[in-house]
């Protein structure tokens, strides 16, 4: 089984160029900064920047969504392949191909209080009725 699920930020805006012929499909390339959960030699946050590619529909929406710095949810397959560069030297690449992304956090951010609720609201989503307006309710 070949399954990888990452979670982590866009170092840069996406990179979209399109194929060749009568069905030109977008394909997208980014990098995904991916926070290590242990840090074993110093106190210092580290990362690991972990390419991903992006076909069709999926590179459409991130050329048209994605930006420097969006934290994304990601799953998809890892992709191992090979060329040779202009001077004739073999490049060994790894690559996740994405088979789906989303947003990871609100266009917000972490930094707003998540007290904005509308009043009569809770933190579910869900907007508290008051007790007696049963009857005003269409759908009892």
Same mark, same amino acid.
């Given at each position: 089984?070949? *399954?990888?699920?990452?979670?982590?930020?866009l170092t840069k805006d996406p990179e979209v160029r399109y194929s060749q012929g009568d069905n030109a499909m977008a394909i997208a390339?980014?990098?995904?900064?991916?926070?290590?959960?242990?840090?074993?030699?110093?106190?210092?946050?580290?990362?690991?920047?972990?390419?991903?590619?992006?076909?069709?529909?999926?590179?459409?929406?991130?050329? *048209?969504?994605?930006?420097?710095?969006?934290?994304?949810?990601?799953?998809?397959?890892?992709?191992?392949?090979?060329?040779?560069?202009?001077?004739?030297? *073999?490049?060994?690449?790894?690559?996740?191909?994405?088979? !789906?992304?989303?947003?990871?956090?609100? *266009?917000?951010?972490? !930094?707003?209080?998540?007290?904005?609720?509308?009043?009569?609201?809770?933190? !579910?989503?869900?907007?508290?009725?008051? !007790?007696?307006?049963?009857?005003?309710?269409?759908?009892?």
């Amino acid at each position: 089984m070949n *399954k990888v699920i990452l979670m982590g930020r866009l170092t840069k805006d996406p990179e979209v160029r399109y194929s060749q012929g009568d069905n030109a499909m977008a394909i997208a390339r980014y990098t995904i900064a991916v926070d290590r959960r242990f840090n074993r030699n110093s106190d210092e946050a580290t990362a690991d920047f972990i390419g991903c590619v992006a076909f069709g529909k999926a590179g459409e929406f991130a050329e *048209k969504y994605f930006r420097k710095g969006t934290k994304v949810a990601i799953t998809g397959r890892i992709q191992t392949g090979s060329y040779t560069n202009k001077e004739g030297v *073999k490049v060994y690449t790894t690559d996740v191909v994405i088979e !789906d992304q989303e947003f990871a956090e609100s *266009k917000k951010g972490n !930094d707003e209080p998540e007290s904005d609720h509308p009043s009569g609201s809770i933190g !579910d989503g869900f907007m508290n009725i008051p !007790d007696g307006v049963d009857e005003e309710l269409p759908f009892n």
